[in-house]
């Protein structure tokens, strides 16, 4: 091995060692607030390219589960900050953590990327460019990588909360 693979090596090794202990000190929140919100759940910790992810899993029943979701998403989002302000406090580094309660943000990945999908291929269609509804930053991420694996381009534009995706042709 070349000391420039070694150094790349060692590298990788440092950063997926502290996505991990991300992910710990975030677990060790997150299992904090459902004791305290007398909530049960499992905690799965993963590392998804260069974010940590959690996710708060069902025992049984997802019903109570949902609260910590809200209405579209608002209670899981801020879940994510205050998670991460935890992990910043830690770490005294931001953190891009990904948080899932009971696959509320899975399944929103599955649609997004269908819709982006669909819309490239009806600005495919009609060559004219197409503006999407406003999203949250990680709808959009979702639907700019859709886009991109259709082979077109896409933009964001607006202001938050009005911020909204345009697929180009």
Same mark, same amino acid.
């Given at each position: 091995m070349t000391d420039t693979t070694s150094t790349a090596a060692?590298?990788?090794? +440092?950063?997926?060692?502290?996505? $991990?202990? $991300?992910? $710990?000190?975030?677990? +060790?929140?997150?299992?904090?607030?459902?004791?305290?919100?007398?909530? +049960?759940?499992?905690?799965?910790?993963?590392?998804?390219?260069?974010?940590?992810?959690?996710?708060?899993?069902?025992?049984?029943?997802?019903?109570?589960?949902?609260?910590?979701?809200?209405?579209?998403?608002?209670?899981? $989002?801020?879940?994510?900050e205050l998670t991460r302000l935890a992990v910043h406090r830690e770490t005294g580094e931001r953190s891009r953590l990904m948080l899932d309660i009971a696959g509320h943000r899975a399944r929103m990945r599955e649609r997004l990327t269908a819709l982006g999908a669909e819309t490239a291929q009806r600005v495919k269609e009609s060559g004219e460019p197409l503006k999407l509804q406003p999203m949250t930053p990680f709808e959009r991420k979702v639907v700019h990588d859709a886009v991109a694996a259709a082979g077109l381009r896409s933009e964001s534009e607006g202001e938050e909360p009005q911020r909204c995706v345009v697929v180009l042709p």
């Open positions: 060692a590298e990788d090794t +440092d950063v997926l060692t502290r996505l $991990e202990q $991300e992910g $710990e000190i975030a677990a +060790d929140y997150l299992e904090g607030l459902l004791d305290i919100a007398d909530l +049960d759940g499992d905690i799965d910790m993963d590392v998804e390219g260069d974010r940590a992810a959690v996710s708060i899993v069902a025992d049984g029943s997802a019903r109570d589960l949902q609260k910590l979701v809200g209405r579209d998403g608002e209670v899981l $989002e801020a879940l994510q």
